[in-house]
């Protein structure tokens, strides 16, 4: 079996990260953080603070995992290196079954969401939400399908050109913008357990830094390279979310955001730049919507093969085969893509269907609460290697699991004690037991 080439540096996954957690996610829900802390700028910038912690540390303590091994899977890999095969397959089965496809699906909506207000005036438009959706899923799959290596030059231009929109309301809002929103808003203990929801939110915001790994066997000299972008990227990520929304709270005030939800960011680009530059604005933000979503596919694209290359898949020899011309497993990618557009159906019905709608199932909340439960148990599994003397600094051994470990567990109160927090745990155990029962069913078939 042909063995996929390295081909991605240091910026690139560096971009990778940043990319993928800075796009949609601070955009989308700045005004679902103010909703769940009642409006409190404070508690929203403590949330922030908070759902850091798991990507700083989270970042810092999965590098160990990196530095131990660069076998296709990432987080596969480390599971299996943690805990055994099973626990493995696992993090692998939910990952391509609900999390990588989910997070597509309401990512290539939101960057849909987004291109029709930009086009606001384009009638036809309006009414194609849907369309280009579906668009944008067939567009970037094929990209990352048919010129992966465009795909990774995609990512990091994303990037880069995505950091204007953000960089122009965080310091622009904070320097021109009015502070009494802060000024009047308290930390209090009963502000913060009201607002615990909010951590889900924040999750999602966050959500995305554990992608890189997925591709650590196409990182050049990836046992350096990956741990440097897993401590480096959560820094950046913080710092620009906690000056967006502070800068956007400024020029706004939360009553404004609270009233205007996903159109918060329009508004405060027409207050500070008028309606001409507020559109380059908005353009920038669809490019960094879809450099976000570009990032999610790069990563979904390559867990059916690394299931496939463990024999844990059905037609595990076809799905593990590297096309000699794309350098990519195809079955893989057609795989992730047929997974993506079922939830993108689902999504659909979250939305569009009155008996759906009445479940309040959000998609882009569903896979965060279980995929914190595999970060939790990885970061408990590098202070369980750490006490057998294999890792010697104390605080890469103990200290950073220790507090990636909290913040999992921050995450996974939030998500327990939100509205729907009970019903996705139980969709994903129902997920978790459907690929135990596969996994068992391979097993008894070798």
């Not at 590098?63 to 296709?72: G, L, R, S, Y």
């Not at 400024?250 to 939800?261: A, H, M, T, V």
């Amino acid at each position: 079996m042909e063995e996929v080439k390295r081909k991605y540096g240091l910026m690139t996954t560096i971009a990778m990260v940043v990319g993928i957690v800075v796009g949609s996610g601070i955009f989308f829900k700045a005004d679902d953080i103010l909703i769940l802390t009642d409006g409190n700028v404070a508690i929203g910038c403590l949330v922030l603070i908070i759902g850091a912690v798991g990507i700083i540390f989270g970042g810092i303590t999965i590098a160990e995992w990196a530095k131990i091994t660069d076998d296709a899977g990432g987080l596969i890999s480390y599971g299996e290196k943690a805990f055994g095969k099973h626990f493995a397959f696992l993090i692998g089965w939910f990952q391509m079954v609900v999390y990588y496809p989910a997070l597509t699906a309401v990512i290539c909506w939101v960057g849909a969401n987004y291109t029709l207000q930009l086009f606001s005036n384009v009638t036809f438009l309006q009414n194609s939400i849907w369309g280009v959706s579906i668009f944008y899923m067939v567009a970037l799959y094929l990209i990352n399908t048919l010129a992966p290596k465009l795909g990774g030059y995609l990512q990091t231009s994303t990037t880069f050109i995505k950091m204007i929109p953000l960089l122009c309301i965080a310091f622009l809002g904070v320097i021109f913008g009015d502070s009494s929103s802060l000024q009047v808003s308290s930390i209090t203990g009963a502000g913060i357990v009201a607002g615990s929801s909010a951590i889900v939110a924040a999750a999602f915001s966050y959500d995305g830094w554990s992608i890189a790994p997925s591709i650590c066997h196409e990182i050049k000299n990836a046992k350096k390279n990956l741990p440097l972008a897993l401590t480096i990227a959560p820094l950046i990520i913080l710092v620009m979310y906690l000056l967006y929304f502070l800068g956007i709270n400024f020029l706004l005030g939360p009553e404004q955001i609270l009233e205007l939800e996903d159109l918060a960011f329009e508004a405060a680009s027409n207050k500070l730049f008028g309606t001409g530059a507020a559109k380059l604005l908005l353009t920038g933000v669809v490019i960094s919507v879809l450099g976000t979503c570009n990032g999610i596919i790069l990563g979904s694209c390559r867990v059916p093969h690394a299931l496939a290359i463990r024999k844990e898949l059905p037609k595990y020899e076809k799905i593990s085969e590297v096309h000699t011309r794309f350098n990519v497993s195809l079955r893989s990618h057609f795989i992730s893509f047929c997974l993506s557009c079922v939830w993108l159906f689902i999504h659909y019905l979250s939305i569009e269907s009155s008996i759906f709608a009445n479940l309040q199932l959000d998609v882009s909340g569903l896979p965060i609460v279980i995929m914190y439960i595999f970060y939790f148990l990885l970061f408990v599994g590098v202070i369980l290697y750490a006490r057998k003397g294999n890792i010697k600094s104390r605080f890469f051994g103990f200290v950073s699991p220790t507090l990636a470990c909290i913040g999992a567990i921050i995450v996974i109160y939030g998500g327990l004690s939100s509205q729907n927090g009970k019903m996705y745990l139980l969709i994903s155990c129902i997920v978790l037991v459907s690929g135990y029962c596969m996994l068992k069913l391979m097993e008894s078939k070798k």
